[in-house]
């Protein structure tokens, strides 16, 4: 039987969901990313004449696309089969080529319509025998093609022209297509001028806080989330952290994917229940890892007593091997902390991704913690830097990649670039390295001292209390040791002598890591390292119950 591919895919992500630093339209534009390769496409195959498989509940979408009674093979009957339906990506099988560039059209009419400024593409692969031809080859191939088609059209950029002159948008700089107020009343006192982007992205937010409560309800969850920056400001949250989580090795495992599976139609199988897998599993720790946020301290009492179940993270990204989120400043730490264990037991303990990595995936993280006003975009950058970052170290450490966490804690305005900010966290002409970041996270893995639990012991330590609840470290004490750190090391090393016997059984031994050595600093490769700076420092955002 011969079938043609169709691949359809968004680009151009993180451009359009982060274009504002307007939380309430990065939510939304999250929303419409997700539908394009879900709603979008499940109803245009409906309306095609292929199997109804839409549902807004997600958890119902993924056991209808799993059902082999309702997402049936492609046949005389059948003229589409479902292999993948994700955020902003499907891939179909579909009987003939009229009918694979009937449901592109449809999707990407739709998209222009309800979706404007997101880039939506679909190509349909050459016809091909699907008993003799391996199917990895031709998804192989129509990506290709699909990059292709890609670069030869414009971007959404080209139909947003300014000439004529044009009113601008309020929050974009793109032309205003209208003045109103959005369907919540965000501007209550005013109408606004929006673009049509803008537009679209304020009103999916609804859409978002529907498929966000179904899934919570799918997990048990019982939460009540933001989500709006705004919202958290009000409540006391005088930090917030962006958050960006993502699953390891499987870019590799992807473009390896035959060498799992035994002919085409186990490949589809496996591919199709992998990926919904990674969806599941994500869901399923994120909705775990709510579990110990708590409602700010500064939060007015009569909030808590009304609002028990409030948790302060705001989901941007939710599905996959992908986490994207904003929560308080203060919690974030452990909450990522939280979700990426959850993630490596739900992911270890899951049949079909273990068909596929029988151990499991890790996931790394970076965590940018700013002030409130700080530039959206700017600190998501910074969050992806550090997560990069992170992932160095969790390949260095194993052939099987580890997962970790690396964050920073910006306190100027600056520009947030990683490489410059961890150049200024070094003495000695760069010869000494002041943090110990990032930390490997998988539990009794990684290099000594930069394991998760290392930090653990060193914030513990800052943070422990006599029996008159005073610090058994004293500040002032803490303070002068981390001014000496920028000096030089001999300098450091030297005001730790003056005070190592008077408070070494207050803890300062397990804050210096190993109590053998009177020195704050190790050996990391050819540089010296300390990771005072990462316990001072980072005791103030360790809120969160553990």
Not at 119 to 124: D, I, L, S
Not at 329 to 342: E, M, P, S, V
Not at 437 to 442: E, G, I, K, L, Q
Request: proline content about 5%.
């Amino acid at each position: 039987m011969t079938i043609r591919l169709v691949l359809i895919e968004t680009s151009g992500n993180q451009a359009y969901v982060f274009a504002t630093n307007k939380l309430r339209e990065n939510v939304g534009a999250s929303e419409l990313t997700a539908r394009v390769g879900t709603e979008y496409v499940l109803k245009a195959i409906r309306d095609a004449g292929g199997p109804d498989l839409w549902h807004e509940s997600m958890p119902e979408v993924r056991g209808a696309l799993k059902d082999p009674t309702r997402n049936l093979p492609v046949d005389e009957k059948n003229p589409v089969e479902v292999i993948v339906a994700a955020s902003g990506k499907a891939i179909l099988l579909v009987k003939d080529e009229s009918l694979g560039k009937q449901i592109v059209r449809e999707v990407t009419l739709r998209a222009l319509k309800e979706a404007p400024g997101l880039e939506v593409r679909g190509v349909v692969s050459q016809e091909f025998d699907f008993e003799n031809v391996e199917i990895h080859e031709k998804i192989k191939t129509i990506h290709r093609e699909f990059e292709a088609v890609r670069s030869r059209l414009p971007g959404p950029s080209a139909r947003f022209q300014r000439l004529p002159i044009i009113a601008e948008c309020a929050t974009s700089g793109l032309p205003a297509v209208r003045i109103a107020r959005t369907d919540d009343d965000i501007t209550k006192d005013e109408q606004k001028e929006y673009s049509a982007p803008v537009f679209a992205k304020l009103n999916a937010r609804k859409q978002w806080k529907s498929r966000l409560d179904g899934i919570l309800n799918h997990h048990n969850a019982s939460a009540k989330l933001p989500d709006a920056t705004t919202d958290l400001e009000k409540l006391g949250c005088d930090w917030l952290a962006i958050v960006h989580a993502d699953g390891n090795g499987l870019g590799q495992v992807f473009l390896k994917f035959e060498a799992n599976t035994s002919g085409n139609r186990d490949y589809i199988e496996k591919l199709r229940n992998f990926s919904l897998a990674l969806d599941e599993c994500t869901e399923k720790a994120f909705c775990q890892a709510l579990h110990v946020l708590t409602i700010p301290k500064n939060a007015p009492r009569q909030f808590k007593l009304k609002n028990p179940d409030f948790k302060p993270v705001v989901p941007l990204v939710l599905g996959g091997d992908d986490l994207t989120v904003v929560c308080d400043g203060r919690q974030a730490l452990q909450f990522t902390k939280k979700f990426i264990d959850c993630f490596e037991e739900e992911t270890a303990g899951h049949e079909d991704v273990k068909r596929i990595m029988p151990k499991g995936v890790t996931s790394c993280a970076g965590v940018a913690i700013v002030k409130p006003h700080f530039p959206f975009f700017a600190g998501y950058h910074l969050a992806e830097e550090l997560l990069q970052s992170a992932k160095k170290l969790g390949k260095k450490s194993e052939l099987h990649m580890l997962s970790a966490i690396d964050y920073h804690i910006l306190y100027d305005s600056s520009g947030p670039d990683l490489v410059r900010l961890r150049r200024e966290l070094t003495s000695d002409d760069g010869k000494t390295l002041l943090v110990g970041r990032p930390y490997v996270t998988t539990a009794d893995k990684g290099p000594v001292n930069r394991r998760w639990s290392d930090l653990c012991c060193r914030i513990t330590s800052v943070l422990a209390r006599d029996e008159d609840d005073r610090r058994r470290l004293p500040n002032s004490m803490l303070h002068d040791l981390r001014e000496a750190l920028f000096l030089r090391k001999e300098t450091a090393d030297a005001r730790l002598k003056l005070v190592i016997e008077r408070y070494r059984k207050e803890g300062l031994d397990k804050l210096l890591g190993d109590p053998k050595i009177d020195s704050l600093y190790w050996m990391d490769n050819d540089s010296h390292r300390t990771a005072l700076l990462d316990a001072i420092d980072t005791a103030e955002f360790w809120e969160a119950q553990s």
